[in-house]
């Protein structure tokens, strides 16, 4: 008996998936989990409706790549079922292994990319569905001969990021990362085993870009945004501190029992480990927020308190790296007013730095198909200026009292 369901999705409306096992993947406690992993860490705090899950998104992108294969099949490009349904099992898996409020957290309870848990989660489920994930793991690390089915769910122009630009756009009310997924789709082709767009379709790429640099800047990597994941990256710092040196209090369960694992895997992923990290979401980092704020350490109770009452840390920002006086300075006054010791310090004044790249030219190009059969990289042809360089920012953030 068919498995199929429909699902209503904000987006793109009705969606439906081709194959009875993406539906039990769906189902599976592992997937399930990504209901509770915020699709974009703590930006609530900056853009009250981004609430949305890594779930939305896997199955948004899954959908967009059923689109993409069925567009690919219409102009003669031999993918097979086989192949159809492996494509589908590595974009709908290709983020399960992120973390507690997705990339804020990245090493910092495990030493681990959330890229690294993904493959290892997808071949624990392989063993457990008799290898029929094989192929789809073939193409997530690249190996399969036909290297666009790989393009499709990692490259510079994938469906990944065709997905999570519209919903993030959607969820945030910020109009302008919205692109046209349906027309860059309809614009693909394939030509020497690589994903190219027809010539009709460079304006949607050019556009594309221009949203995924402006979302990054607006939404991504806003200045308050990087203040609250700052301080929850501290706050985990200091608790994994203070959880090795024997006090293990005011901590979920599942989070206390991956940080004892932790410990003990040297750094490889076990079986062991893939179980305890999929038992933890981000309800285990807000619950231990809840019950720090009653913790006799002072820079957990600050921490977690600021954080829950959304009372943040200010940020500046500027093109060239702090000054040491400057960060001197402010320790000082957090040390004459404030009653925290020098080595609270560390996790009270942050510096560091963000960066993106809009386009990467010595990455998979995007690549142009012209009305004439040439092939050009995008950045040869467009007449936007493609720019390859990377932007970075270096910020400072510390308590409002101090940084005026």
């Known amino acids: 008996m068919s498995k199929k369901k429909l699902f209503n999705d904000p987006i793109y409306g009705f969606i439906t998936f081709p194959f009875d096992i993406l539906y039990d993947i769906i189902e599976h406690p592992y997937f399930q989990r990504l209901r509770r992993i915020s699709q974009q860490g703590l930006s609530h705090l900056v853009y009250p409706g981004a609430m949305h899950t890594r779930f939305h998104h896997a199955l948004g992108a899954l959908h967009l790549t059923c689109e993409a294969v069925n567009t690919l099949r219409s102009k ?12 589908c099992l590595a974009i709908l898996l290709h983020d399960i292994g992120h973390g507690p409020f997705s990339h804020a957290l990245e090493h910092n309870i495990l030493p681990f990319h959330h890229e690294e848990m993904s493959l290892a989660i997808m071949q624990q489920l392989n063993i457990e569905f008799d290898g029929k994930l094989a192929l789809g793991i073939e193409i997530f690390k690249g190996e399969y001969h036909k290297l666009f089915l790989h393009e499709l769910i990692s490259g510079q122009m994938d469906m990944d990021r065709l997905d999570y630009l519209n919903r993030d756009s959607f969820f945030t009310g910020v109009a302008e990362g919205v692109v046209s997924y349906d027309r860059i789709i309809t614009m693909l082709n394939v030509r020497d085993n690589r994903l190219v767009i027809e010539q009709k379709g460079i304006y949607s790429i050019e556009k594309f870009l221009v949203a995924r640099r402006f979302m990054y800047w607006q939404v991504y990597l806003h200045k308050t945004g990087i203040a609250a994941e700052q301080m929850l990256i501290s706050f985990m710092k200091r608790l994994k501190h203070e959880y090795n040196e024997g006090k293990k209090e005011y901590i979920s369960q599942p989070l206390r029992e991956l940080l004892e694992l932790s410990e003990k895997v040297d750094n490889k992923i076990t079986t062991e480990l893939i179980e305890s990290f999929c038992k933890v979401d981000d309800t285990d980092i807000v619950y231990t927020l809840k019950i720090q704020v009653n913790n006799h350490d002072k ?3 600050y921490l977690s308190a600021s954080i829950l009452n959304r009372a ?8 060239e790296p702090i000054d040491e006086e400057i960060i001197q300075n402010m320790r000082s006054q957090l040390l004459e007013n ?14 560091g730095s963000e960066s993106n790249q809009t386009y990467n030219k010595d990455k998979e190009k995007i690549l142009i198909l012209m009305k004439s059969g040439d092939i050009y990289p995008l950045e040869e042809i467009s007449d936007y200026g493609i720019s390859g360089k990377s932007i970075v920012k270096h910020y400072i953030c510390a308590p409002k009292s101090i940084l005026t």
């Open 299 to 301: 820079v957990l109770q």
């Open 338 to 351: 404030h009653g925290f010791s020098p080595s609270d310090l560390d996790y009270i004044v942050l510096t």
């Open 312 to 319: 943040l840390f200010k940020v500046y920002l500027q093109n």
């Open 76 to 87: 003669n490009i031999e993918i097979t079922d086989e192949e159809f349904e492996g494509v």
